[in-house]
């Protein structure tokens, strides 16, 4: 028996969120020590001096959702433009029987 089936490649949405995530990381990371080390500075709004490990979590907390974000669009732009090289192939069913 003989059927046509559609075939086409598709990302892991899994890696690309991943790569995202990790992206976001980097990205708070450089951020962090980009703009100063902050253990003298005083914040105007809290008159707290925030460390950088504190500085990076509050970063954190901003890159990687947006970097997690920015990888699934990624992704679902790339799924969509290999949907369109999908090609049909005939495909072949074999059924075998065993006997017990």
Do not use: C, W
Not at 52 to 80: H, N
């Amino acid at each position: 028996m003989t059927e046509t089936a559609r075939v086409r490649r598709s990302p892991k949405f899994a890696v690309f969120i991943g790569f995202g995530a990790a992206l976001g990381l980097l990205a708070a990371l450089i951020l962090t020590f980009a703009f100063g080390s902050g253990d003298t500075e005083q914040s105007a709004n809290t008159g707290v001096v925030y460390s950088p490990t504190q500085v990076f979590g509050f970063l954190a907390l901003f890159a990687v959702p947006i970097g997690i974000a920015i990888g699934g669009i990624v992704a679902v732009v790339l799924d969509r433009v290999l949907a369109g090289r999908a090609r049909d192939v005939q495909i072949e069913h074999e059924h075998i029987r065993t006997q017990d």
